[in-house]
């Protein structure tokens, strides 16, 4: 069984300043990790993905994640967050076998202020 | 390319009554999935369609049901709904074998049941 543990449930952040949202994952087959980001009233948009082909992932917007597999992490950052970033996030994990199913975090509301 | 569309966008409905939610995968996608997404929490995996069967079940009591059509299509019914069936209900499409299981999400039905 896969899990994804999303530490605190909101983030608060200056503009300019380092945005870090933390992701832990339990899998017992290697996993492809996701970010996905939220805005209000909308759908989930893809923000990065780790395939196992680098363990340093770029995303859209700015945004990183490194995969740590000695840790179980996979930690989202962006060096400079912009009032736009305000969202929530959300980490999900996905195994290589099987059907393609997501198991979603609770997510992280991150908060921007100017 | 069209991405994923869903309707309605919103719905009420009183406890006890049916509801039929639509998806309309994107371009060359064969595969449908649907989570429920509760306030404040991730979305969570209800079931998957390929082929128009059901292909993996999440933990919800099978008055969740679903349909896939030829043009991959797919359709969420509730029935008997209840208050705890409020949420928002996420369609996303992929391609069956395609690289990392990547899912490309709809904008959400709100449901809301009084």
């Known amino acids: 069984a896969q899990s994804v543990t999303q530490l605190g449930s909101h983030v608060s952040v200056s503009e300019g300043a380092l945005v870090l949202l933390r992701c832990n994952y339990s899998?017992?087959?290697?996993?492809?990790l996701f970010w996905y980001v939220q805005y209000p009233n909308q759908g989930l948009q893809l923000l990065l993905k780790?395939?196992?082909?680098?363990?340093l992932v770029k995303g859209i917007n700015g945004f990183e994640a490194e995969f740590k597999k000695s840790e179980t992490s996979f930690h989202l950052t962006k060096p400079s967050a912009h009032m736009s970033d305000a969202a929530e996030y959300f980490c999900?994990?996905?195994?290589?076998?099987?059907?393609?199913?997501?198991?979603f975090g609770k997510g992280t509301m991150l908060l921007v202020s100017p | 390319e069209t991405g994923v569309t869903q309707s309605p966008t919103h719905l009420i409905k009183t406890r006890g009554q049916q509801v039929t939610l639509r998806c309309s995968s994107q371009?060359?996608?064969?595969?449908v999935s649907w989570y429920q997404q509760a306030l404040g929490q991730g979305p969570q995996f209800i079931f998957q369609?390929?082929?128009?069967?059901?292909?993996g079940r999440g933990n919800f009591p099978p008055r969740f049901s679903g349909l896939q059509f030829p043009n991959y299509s797919s359709e969420l019914n509730v029935n008997a709904l209840e208050l705890d069936d409020s949420a928002l209900y996420l369609c996303?499409?992929?391609?069956?074998?395609?690289?990392?299981?990547?899912?490309?999400f709809g904008p959400g039905t709100r449901l809301t049941v009084l």
């Open positions: 999900a994990v996905s195994d290589i076998s099987g059907y393609s199913t997501l198991t």
């Open positions: 369609y390929y082929r128009e069967e059901e292909n």
């Open positions: 371009s060359g996608h064969n595969t």
């Open positions: 996303a499409s992929s391609l069956q074998g395609a690289p990392y299981n990547e899912q490309f």
């Open positions: 780790y395939t196992s082909a680098a363990t």
């Open positions: 899998s017992s087959v290697p996993p492809y």
